[in-house]
C-alpha cells in the first residue's frame, strides 16, 4: 500500500510528535472559540434560528465538500504546508466573521471556514500516523487529547473574556492571529510527509469508502453522531428531564468533555498493550451501559457520573479508526483518512438533528437512545476494523 512516510532523526521525531500535538490543539482553540461565539454572529446579523442553522450548515458543506480535493491537496503540498496554509486561510475566515457586509458573504465566508478546517484536519491526522509509523509507538490518542484541552481551553478564554466585556469581534480576531502565528511557528518543526511509490490503482486522489473504508466510516459516523449528540443535546437533557438547574445542567458538558480529554492521553498505554477491535468493542459497551444507565436513573449524580464514563468510553473510537483507514490498502493515508472522515463529519450534521426530530415527536429521553443504539453498534461492528500488525 502507498504509506505516508516521515523521515528524521529519533530528536526530529519527538519534536515533530510535539509540534503535530500543538497543531491539534491550535484546532481545538479555534473550534472552542467559534462554539462560544455563534451567539455573536446570531446577534451581530439579527438572524433567525433557521437563518442561523443555515450558517452552520453552510460550513459543515464546506467541510464535506473539501474532502473530495483533500488527499490530492496534501499529496501536492505535503501535511506540512497544507496546515500552514488551512490555518491562516481559517483563522482568517474566523477573525472577519463579525466585519461582513451582509449575509451572503457571510454563507460564503463559512463555506471557506469549513473547507479550511476540514483539510487542516486530515493533515494533521495524516501527519500523526506518519510519525506514529514512524517512531513505532502509539500517539493518536494523545494527539485528539490535545484538539479536547485545545477545545476546552478556547472555550474558558473566550468566556473570561466576554466577562470583561470585550467586544466579539476583538475577541475573534485575537484568536485568529494567535492561532495562525501559532501554527505557522509551530508547523516548521513538523517533518515533511512523502508518499511511496504507489502501486497500479492509487494515489492521492480522494478514494470512495468501500470495502474496509466503508466499513471504518460508517463506524467513524456512528462514534461522531454519538458524541455530537452528548455535546449538543446533554444539558438541556439535565436540566428538562433529570431537572438540575442550569448552571449545574452545565457541568454534564463538563464532565463529559473533560472524561474524554483524559482516556484520549491514556489510550495511547491502552492502544500499545491491547487489539484495537478489543479496545474498539470495549469502548461500544462501556458507552451503552453508561448511557443506558443515565436514561434509566435520571439522576443527578448518577447522570454526570454516566456522562462522564460515556466520554471515556467514546474518547478511543476516533484516533483508532483515523489510525485503521490509514492502513487499507489502495489509497493513500491522506486519501483514505479525507474519504473516512467525509462520512464521520456528516455524523456531527446528522445526528443532532435527529435526536431534535425525536425529542419533539416522542421525548428527550427517548432520543437520547439514539447514543445507546450508535455505541452498541460499535460494539457489534468493532471486529470488521483492520487490526494493527502484531
Same mark, same amino acid.
Given at each position: 500500500?502507498?504509506?505516508?512516510?516521515?523521515?528524521? +532523526?529519533?530528536?526530529?521525531?519527538?519534536?515533530?510528535?510535539? %509540534?503535530?500535538?500543538?497543531?491539534?490543539?491550535?484546532?481545538?482553540?479555534?473550534?472552542?472559540?467559534?462554539?462560544?461565539?455563534?451567539?455573536?454572529?446570531?446577534?451581530?446579523?439579527?438572524?433567525?434560528?433557521?437563518?442561523?442553522?443555515?450558517?452552520?450548515?453552510?460550513?459543515?458543506?464546506?467541510?464535506?465538500?473539501?474532502?473530495?480535493?483533500?488527499?490530492?491537496?496534501?499529496?501536492?503540498?505535503?501535511?506540512?504546508?497544507?496546515?500552514?496554509?488551512?490555518?491562516?486561510?481559517?483563522?482568517?475566515?474566523?477573525?472577519? @466573521?463579525?466585519?461582513?457586509?451582509?449575509?451572503?458573504?457571510?454563507?460564503? /465566508?463559512?463555506?471557506?471556514?469549513?473547507?479550511?478546517?476540514?483539510?487542516?484536519?486530515?493533515?494533521?491526522?495524516?501527519?500523526?500516523?506518519?510519525?506514529?509509523?514512524?517512531?513505532? $509507538?502509539?500517539?493518536?490518542?494523545?494527539?485528539?487529547?490535545?484538539?479536547?484541552?485545545?477545545?476546552?481551553?478556547?472555550?474558558?478564554?473566550?468566556?473570561?473574556?466576554?466577562?470583561?466585556?470585550?467586544?466579539?469581534?476583538?475577541?475573534?480576531?485575537?484568536?485568529?492571529?494567535?492561532?495562525?502565528?501559532?501554527?505557522? @511557528?509551530?508547523?516548521?518543526?513538523?517533518?515533511? /510527509?512523502? /508518499?511511496?511509490?504507489?502501486?497500479? &490503482?492509487?494515489?492521492?486522489?480522494?478514494?470512495?469508502?468501500? &470495502?474496509?473504508?466503508?466499513?471504518? &466510516?460508517?463506524?467513524?459516523?456512528?462514534?461522531?453522531?454519538?458524541?455530537?449528540?452528548?455535546?449538543?443535546?446533554?444539558?438541556?437533557?439535565?436540566?428538562?428531564?433529570?431537572?438540575?438547574?442550569?448552571?449545574?445542567?452545565?457541568?454534564?458538558?463538563?464532565?463529559?468533555?473533560? %472524561?474524554?480529554?483524559?482516556?484520549?492521553?491514556?489510550?495511547?498505554?491502552?492502544?500499545?498493550?491491547?487489539?484495537?477491535?478489543?479496545?474498539?468493542?470495549?469502548?461500544?459497551?462501556? /458507552?451503552?451501559?453508561?448511557? %443506558?444507565?443515565?436514561?434509566?436513573?435520571?439522576?443527578?449524580?448518577?447522570?454526570?457520573?454516566?456522562?462522564?464514563?460515556?466520554?471515556?468510553?467514546? %474518547?478511543?473510537?476516533?484516533?483508532?479508526?483515523?489510525?485503521?483507514?490509514?492502513?487499507?490498502?489502495?489509497?493513500?493515508?491522506?486519501?483514505?483518512?479525507?474519504? @473516512?472522515? +467525509?462520512?464521520?463529519?456528516? &455524523?456531527?450534521?446528522?445526528?443532532?438533528?435527529?435526536?431534535?426530530?425525536?425529542?419533539?415527536?416522542?421525548?428527550?429521553?427517548?432520543?437520547?437512545?439514539?447514543?445507546?443504539?450508535?455505541?452498541?453498534?460499535?460494539?457489534?461492528?468493532?471486529? $470488521?476494523?483492520?487490526?494493527?500488525?502484531?
Amino acid at each position: 500500500m502507498s504509506q505516508a512516510q516521515v523521515h528524521g +532523526s529519533p530528536r526530529q521525531i519527538r519534536h515533530a510528535v510535539w %509540534a503535530t500535538r500543538g497543531m491539534f490543539a491550535a484546532l481545538g482553540v479555534l473550534g472552542g472559540s467559534w462554539g462560544v461565539h455563534i451567539p455573536s454572529v446570531k446577534d451581530h446579523y439579527g438572524l433567525e434560528p433557521s437563518a442561523l442553522s443555515l450558517v452552520l450548515v453552510a460550513a459543515a458543506i464546506g467541510a464535506v465538500a473539501s474532502l473530495l480535493f483533500a488527499g490530492r491537496m496534501i499529496g501536492r503540498l505535503g501535511a506540512r504546508n497544507a496546515t500552514a496554509l488551512c490555518a491562516v486561510t481559517m483563522a482568517a475566515m474566523l477573525g472577519l @466573521v463579525l466585519h461582513w457586509p451582509n449575509y451572503g458573504v457571510l454563507l460564503a /465566508t463559512m463555506l471557506l471556514f469549513g473547507a479550511a478546517m476540514s483539510v487542516y484536519d486530515v493533515a494533521i491526522n495524516t501527519e500523526g500516523s506518519a510519525l506514529e509509523a514512524a517512531g513505532g $509507538r502509539p500517539i493518536m490518542g494523545g494527539l485528539h487529547g490535545m484538539f479536547s484541552v485545545g477545545a476546552m481551553v478556547g472555550a474558558a478564554l473566550m468566556s473570561a473574556l466576554l466577562r470583561l466585556q470585550l467586544p466579539a469581534s476583538t475577541q475573534l480576531a485575537a484568536v485568529g492571529v494567535l492561532v495562525a502565528v501559532s501554527v505557522l @511557528v509551530g508547523s516548521r518543526w513538523m517533518l515533511p /510527509t512523502e /508518499t511511496a511509490a504507489p502501486k497500479a &490503482g492509487e494515489g492521492a486522489r480522494f478514494a470512495w469508502p468501500r &470495502g474496509a473504508l466503508l466499513v471504518i &466510516g460508517l463506524l467513524i459516523f456512528t462514534g461522531m453522531s454519538a458524541e455530537g449528540a452528548v455535546y449538543d443535546w446533554c444539558v438541556l437533557y439535565l436540566k428538562q428531564e433529570v431537572g438540575m438547574p442550569q448552571d449545574q445542567a452545565a457541568l454534564g458538558y463538563a464532565a463529559f468533555s473533560g %472524561a474524554m480529554a483524559a482516556m484520549r492521553f491514556a489510550a495511547d498505554s491502552f492502544r500499545h498493550r491491547f487489539s484495537e477491535r478489543l479496545l474498539l468493542q470495549a469502548s461500544g459497551l462501556v /458507552t451503552a451501559v453508561a448511557m %443506558a444507565v443515565v436514561l434509566l436513573f435520571a439522576l443527578p449524580w448518577v447522570s454526570l457520573v454516566g456522562f462522564a464514563i460515556a466520554g471515556a468510553g467514546l %474518547a478511543m473510537v476516533v484516533p483508532i479508526l483515523y489510525t485503521a483507514a490509514a492502513r487499507v490498502p489502495g489509497t493513500t493515508p491522506a486519501a483514505a483518512i479525507a474519504a @473516512v472522515s +467525509s462520512i464521520g463529519y456528516s &455524523g456531527f450534521m446528522v445526528g443532532p438533528p435527529v435526536i431534535g426530530a425525536i425529542a419533539q415527536h416522542v421525548s428527550l429521553t427517548m432520543a437520547m437512545g439514539v447514543v445507546v443504539l450508535g455505541a452498541a453498534t460499535l460494539a457489534a461492528f468493532a471486529h $470488521r476494523v483492520p487490526d494493527k500488525a502484531p
